[in-house]
């Protein structure tokens, strides 16, 4: 409650909203200070620390239009993307080494 007061120079009373004492922001589409705080907080991590998958699954735009009000079909397109996806980091996963089975426990 405090911290809303502050922020409002204490404005905010008995549940009533005055725009007293409120600031209004101008929002601006500075692309170039944009890209530069995003660059200022991106990790630049190898591969192996994030394993994002990026699957480009092309649709034909006839079947995208059935797709877009049929709940099963875009079900049926998340686990395409997910099953290629899969397959893509499974194959750069032994490409690296990196085994992706556990041992057989007897």
């Given at each position: 409650?405090?911290?809303?007061?502050?922020e409002?120079?204490g404005?905010?009373?008995?549940?009533?909203?005055?725009?007293?004492?409120?600031?209004?922001?101008?929002?601006v589409?500075?692309?170039?200070?944009?890209?530069?705080?995003?660059?200022?907080?991106?990790?630049?991590?190898?591969?192996?620390?994030?394993?994002?998958?990026?699957?480009?699954?092309?649709?034909?735009?006839?079947?995208?239009?059935?797709?877009?009000?049929?709940?099963?079909?875009?079900?049926m397109?998340?686990?395409?993307?997910?099953?290629?996806?899969?397959q893509?980091?499974?194959?750069?996963l032994k490409?690296?080494?990196?085994?992706?089975?556990?041992?057989?426990?007897?």
């Amino acid at each position: 409650s405090s911290g809303i007061n502050a922020e409002y120079g204490g404005a905010l009373k008995s549940g009533k909203i005055s725009e007293q004492g409120i600031k209004t922001i101008s929002h601006v589409n500075n692309i170039p200070k944009l890209k530069e705080r995003l660059e200022a907080i991106q990790k630049k991590l190898p591969w192996i620390e994030t394993m994002d998958v990026t699957v480009d699954l092309k649709v034909p735009t006839e079947e995208m239009k059935l797709v877009i009000n049929d709940n099963f079909k875009q079900e049926m397109l998340f686990y395409k993307q997910s099953q290629i996806g899969a397959q893509q980091s499974i194959a750069r996963l032994k490409s690296l080494g990196i085994t992706t089975q556990r041992p057989e426990v007897n």
